[in-house]
């Protein structure tokens, strides 16, 4: 009898084994999913006014966008926007009300005096878009905006790189700690908000280490409209350009941080002057300055090919 009941039960254990390897597999697979299926959301953010006690010198405060809030220096001349071009994408986008405090991705609002303009850009509730990840951001939006899907491709700071057209195609990236692998883990789609779950990725595992992998060194003269000053620590990025009769060249800079805040446009202090111009000379240094953050000639660099 005994020995009919252990017969017996064999087949229970091995169902119930059975049962529980599909369940491991089963919640395993769910992780997997859930983990190289980023979900963004926009968060809400708050507009509050800063009350300004300083005047910015070439601020235009019902301009709606860069190319009408901020006017060049005197004697200097934005240089021409192509038709279609990243500068030309940069100088029309909409910006925020002129004198407020920066909107923070968790629905509160920051004091930040450099702030010279603050650009209409929505923020992720996860807290992502920092400074390397906001450049990301108008670099991706741009190409996304023109159809030009192929080249909205980054790469993550262990150097594999996240490609929106395999995305598209239901790829994913699985990524733990400094390994990453591309796996077939959704369905095909090309959503904005798919569009906006790949950009939430990349902002995950890429940052100013692979911006500078994906980069190239550039000389003062050289540089121009989207490229970036980017060392291990922070990036800005070029966000407009005027010149001279001389030739003398001088720059807007834009950039984000932590915490997660609005892409905005610095400005900088001349004595008792505020100015969100800065000049070529000033870059032309071995170290210089920009917003608050302290940078060198070897850190100007120009990402993939420029625009």
Same mark, same amino acid.
């Given at each position: 009898?005994?020995?009919?009941?252990?017969?017996?039960? $064999?087949?229970? $254990?091995?169902?119930?084994?059975?049962?529980?390897?599909?369940?491991?597999?089963? #919640?395993?697979?769910?992780?997997?999913?859930?983990?190289?299926?980023?979900?963004?959301?926009?968060?809400?953010? $708050?507009?509050?006014?800063?009350?300004?006690?300083? &005047?910015?010198?070439?601020?235009?405060?019902?301009?709606?966008?860069?190319?009408?809030?901020?006017?060049?220096?005197?004697?200097?001349?934005?240089?021409?926007?192509?038709?279609?071009?990243?500068?030309?994408?940069?100088?029309?986008?909409?910006?925020?009300?002129?004198?407020?405090?920066?909107?923070?991705?968790?629905?509160?609002?920051?004091?930040?005096? /450099?702030?010279?303009?603050?650009?209409?850009?929505?923020?992720?509730?996860?807290?992502?878009?920092?400074?390397? /990840?906001?450049?990301?951001?108008?670099?991706? /939006?741009?190409?996304?905006?023109?159809?030009?899907?192929?080249?909205?491709?980054?790469?993550?700071?262990?150097? /594999?790189?996240?490609?929106?057209?395999?995305?598209?195609?239901?790829?994913?990236?699985?990524?733990?700690?400094?390994?990453?692998?591309?796996?077939?883990?959704?369905?095909?789609?090309?959503?904005?908000?798919?569009?906006?779950?790949?950009?939430?990725?990349?902002?995950?595992? #890429?940052?100013?280490?692979?911006?500078?992998?994906?980069?190239?060194?550039?000389?003062?003269?050289?540089?121009?409209?989207?490229?970036?000053?980017?060392?291990?620590?922070?990036?800005?990025? +070029? +966000?407009? &350009?005027? +010149?001279?009769?001389?030739?003398?060249?001088?720059?807007?800079?834009?950039?984000?941080?932590?915490?997660?805040?609005?892409?905005?446009?610095?400005?900088?202090?001349?004595?008792?002057?505020?100015?969100?111009?800065?000049?070529?000379?000033?870059?032309?240094?071995?170290?210089?300055?920009?917003?608050?953050?302290?940078?060198?000639?070897?850190?100007?660099?120009?990402?993939?090919?420029?625009?």
């Amino acid at each position: 009898m005994k020995k009919n009941e252990e017969i017996a039960e $064999k087949p229970k $254990k091995k169902t119930a084994r059975i049962i529980f390897l599909t369940a491991i597999i089963a #919640a395993a697979l769910t992780a997997v999913y859930f983990r190289a299926n980023p979900k963004w959301k926009a968060a809400e953010l $708050k507009i509050e006014p800063a009350g300004r006690f300083y &005047e910015i010198q070439n601020l235009i405060p019902d301009g709606k966008n860069l190319g009408t809030r901020i006017t060049p220096p005197d004697g200097y001349v934005r240089i021409p926007a192509e038709k279609g071009s990243f500068c030309e994408y940069l100088r029309n986008y909409p910006l925020l009300p002129d004198d407020i405090k920066l909107p923070v991705y968790d629905g509160t609002a920051m004091d930040y005096s /450099d702030a010279a303009a603050v650009f209409d850009i929505s923020l992720g509730t996860d807290g992502y878009q920092q400074c390397a /990840d906001s450049v990301i951001r108008l670099y991706s /939006d741009y190409f996304y905006e023109r159809g030009q899907y192929d080249k909205i491709s980054f790469m993550f700071s262990n150097g /594999d790189v996240c490609s929106y057209n395999n995305w598209k195609k239901g790829k994913r990236m699985l990524a733990f700690a400094g390994f990453s692998c591309e796996i077939p883990a959704a369905l095909p789609g090309d959503s904005e908000q798919q569009y906006r779950n790949y950009l939430k990725e990349v902002m995950r595992y #890429a940052g100013t280490l692979s911006l500078q992998k994906e980069s190239r060194h550039i000389s003062v003269d050289e540089l121009s409209i989207g490229d970036i000053i980017c060392n291990d620590t922070h990036v800005v990025m +070029v +966000v407009d &350009e005027a +010149v001279n009769e001389k030739g003398e060249k001088c720059y807007l800079f834009g950039q984000s941080f932590i915490p997660s805040v609005c892409f905005h446009i610095l400005s900088r202090t001349e004595g008792s002057t505020y100015t969100p111009w800065y000049t070529q000379e000033m870059l032309e240094k071995d170290s210089f300055v920009i917003g608050t953050f302290p940078f060198g000639k070897n850190d100007i660099l120009r990402w993939k090919d420029g625009f």
